[in-house]
């Protein structure tokens, strides 16, 4: 009971947060929005800086299971509660799907997730492993067939690689609108938070060594082409940051209404940074 009403609670937070933003927001309004009394909210959180501290555990849970779950050396990200959104539920059910036609008698074999708070964490974590087996399955079967299926399924082979590629990068902007608030204010939490600053800081080098990894595994199935120079590897990675990191204040500072469907606006722009960069089967 103790820990279904601290996640109750940080859900909460989450979501006014979200549509109010968090100098808006007290705890004595997390606690009426809940039903419970303040104390009840204070037993579990002495203050509102430290519901904050936890939803950004929660989201380093949510990067973690998005990103080292893909790279072949996993980043390790300590577990937490933190669960996927619907949106991000749908496209991985969409591109699972997708790999279940090509690869079913794999996915059979595929260890069912255990029924409890981490279901979809879960679902991400399988649906990663199956586009890695996706990928060795069919880079077996072209080997094997006669060069006309060859080009038949290398052209399958491409386009699966691509949409890997490109859910991955979707699913990251479906976790920045999950916790939209954060990005809108992160630079004035972390300064009045020093807590909070420094486990910030610790995870953007983990979340910028995994964009690295993302680089390297894209170029080893041959996506995408590797920077000519190690500088321009890292000014690709501060690109792909900035776009990813700071969109909503972008859009905030022009004054534009932000919608969800802004975020795939992002995604669209990362995509035209990355583009260039794509081999000719790709694009």
């Known amino acids: 009971m103790k820990t279904k009403t601290k996640d109750k609670i940080t859900e909460t937070a989450i979501e006014l947060f979200n549509e109010h933003g968090t100098s808006q927001v007290s705890t004595n309004h997390i606690a009426e929005k809940m039903g419970i009394s303040t104390g009840n909210l204070y037993y579990h ?19 973690g299971q998005l990103w080292s779950n893909f790279l072949e050396d996993e980043v390790t990200i300590p577990e937490n509660t ?8 749908q496209t991985l059910e969409t591109v699972e799907t997708a790999q279940t036609a090509q690869n079913t008698q794999t996915i059979n074999n595929t260890e069912t997730a255990k029924t409890n708070k981490h279901t979809e964490t879960a679902k991400l974590t399988e649906t990663n492993k199956v586009a890695k087996t996706v990928k060795h399955a069919e880079t077996a079967k072209i080997t094997q067939t006669s060069p006309t299926t060859q080009t038949s399924q290398t052209t399958q082979t491409n386009q699966t690689n691509l949409d890997i590629l490109q859910s991955l990068l979707r699913m990251n902007f479906q976790l920045e609108w999950k916790y939209r608030f954060f990005y809108r204010e992160h630079l004035v939490l972390l300064k009045h938070n020093s807590q ?22 894209f170029v080893n199935l041959g996506i995408i082409r590797k920077p000519d120079t190690h500088g321009d590897t890292e000014a690709l990675l501060k690109i792909s940051w900035i776009i990813s990191n700071y969109w909503l204040s972008f859009l905030e500072s022009g004054g534009e209404e932000i919608t969800e469907a802004s975020m795939d606006q992002g995604f669209q722009l990362l995509m035209t940074v990355i583009r260039p960069y794509l081999n000719d089967n790709y694009k």
Do not use: P, V, Y
């Not at 959180?45 to 990067?63: A, V």
């Not at 800081?201 to 595994?217: C, N, S």
């Open 45 to 63: 959180f002495k203050n509102k800086e430290e519901i904050i501290r936890e939803i950004l555990e929660w989201m380093i849970t949510d990067w």
């Open 82 to 89: 933190g669960t996927e959104t619907s949106k991000i539920n």
């Open 196 to 217: 909070l600053e420094e486990r910030h800081h610790a995870i953007q080098q983990t979340r910028l060594q995994q964009q690295k990894g993302m680089i390297d595994q």
